[in-house]
């Protein structure tokens, strides 16, 4: 029987995903989670096989989760299922240690194989993202991804710079060098072409 933790922010997809798992002969979906914080309580509490879990959601997204899951050392598999068909999210979910990448319009009965898959010690990718995930590569370090995703969410460099515990002159030029990197006029324009290539 292979444990499943699932966890996804909206309540209709979460409730249908679990009804698609449990109708598996060998799937038991042990429990649901509506955000990634709790996700890690229950990962460390369950101990499930394979963690399916969304990537934007409040607070601890799903990439962050799988990194949790991957330092701890604990065998816990996870596949991300997302709406986003965003090369740069996967290659940051392949560097957070995910093994299963598919996007949500994918046919239901490839989230069961995809399970299975994974379980058994595979890597299932969808094929036509894998293709664009290494043509155009993430210029951004993991520093500046921080720094101009809270200046798209509005932060001031003066309160980048408390939050991140830095100065305020190394915010500006963390902004300066993703402004440049990113060939944009500002930091929002940065934020914007970021976020469309999946690299926030």
Same mark, same amino acid.
């Given at each position: 029987?292979i444990r499943i933790?699932?966890?996804?922010?909206?309540a209709?997809?979460?409730?249908?995903?679990?009804?698609?798992?449990?109708?598996e002969?060998?799937m038991?979906?042990l429990?649901?989670c509506?955000?990634g914080?709790?996700a890690w309580?229950?990962v460390?509490?369950?101990?499930?096989d394979?963690?399916?879990?969304?990537?934007?959601?409040?607070?601890v997204?799903g990439?962050?989760l *799988? *990194?949790?899951v991957?330092?701890?050392?604990m065998?816990?598999?996870?596949?991300?299922?997302?709406?986003?068909?965003?090369?740069?999210y996967?290659?940051?979910?392949?560097?957070?240690?995910?093994v299963?990448y598919?996007l949500?319009?994918?046919? *239901?009965?490839?989230?069961a194989?995809?399970?299975?898959?994974?379980?058994?010690?595979g890597?299932?990718?969808?094929?036509?993202l894998?293709?664009?995930?290494?043509? @155009?590569?993430?210029?951004?370090?993991?520093? @500046?991804?921080?720094?101009?995703?809270l200046?798209? @969410?509005?932060?001031? *460099?003066?309160?980048?710079?408390?939050?991140?515990?830095?100065?305020h002159?190394?915010?500006?030029?963390y902004?300066?060098?993703?402004?440049?990197?990113?060939?944009?006029?500002?930091?929002?324009?940065?934020?914007r072409l970021?976020?469309?290539?999946?690299?926030?």
């Amino acid at each position: 029987m292979i444990r499943i933790l699932l966890v996804e922010d909206q309540a209709m997809v979460r409730g249908a995903l679990s009804a698609l798992l449990s109708f598996e002969d060998d799937m038991q979906v042990l429990g649901t989670c509506a955000d990634g914080a709790e996700a890690w309580s229950q990962v460390q509490r369950l101990r499930p096989d394979v963690v399916v879990s969304d990537i934007e959601m409040p607070g601890v997204t799903g990439l962050e989760l *799988a *990194a949790r899951v991957r330092e701890s050392g604990m065998p816990v598999k996870v596949v991300i299922v997302t709406t986003f068909a965003r090369s740069g999210y996967l290659r940051r979910a392949l560097d957070a240690g995910v093994v299963g990448y598919l996007l949500k319009d994918s046919p *239901a009965e490839q989230l069961a194989d995809a399970v299975r898959k994974v379980h058994r010690g595979g890597r299932v990718i969808d094929p036509q993202l894998a293709l664009e995930a290494w043509t @155009e590569a993430d210029p951004l370090n993991e520093r @500046e991804r921080q720094v101009l995703r809270l200046a798209g @969410e509005g932060l001031s *460099a003066a309160q980048i710079a408390t939050q991140l515990s830095l100065s305020h002159g190394t915010v500006r030029n963390y902004l300066s060098e993703a402004i440049g990197k990113l060939h944009a006029a500002n930091r929002v324009e940065a934020y914007r072409l970021a976020r469309q290539k999946g690299w926030l």
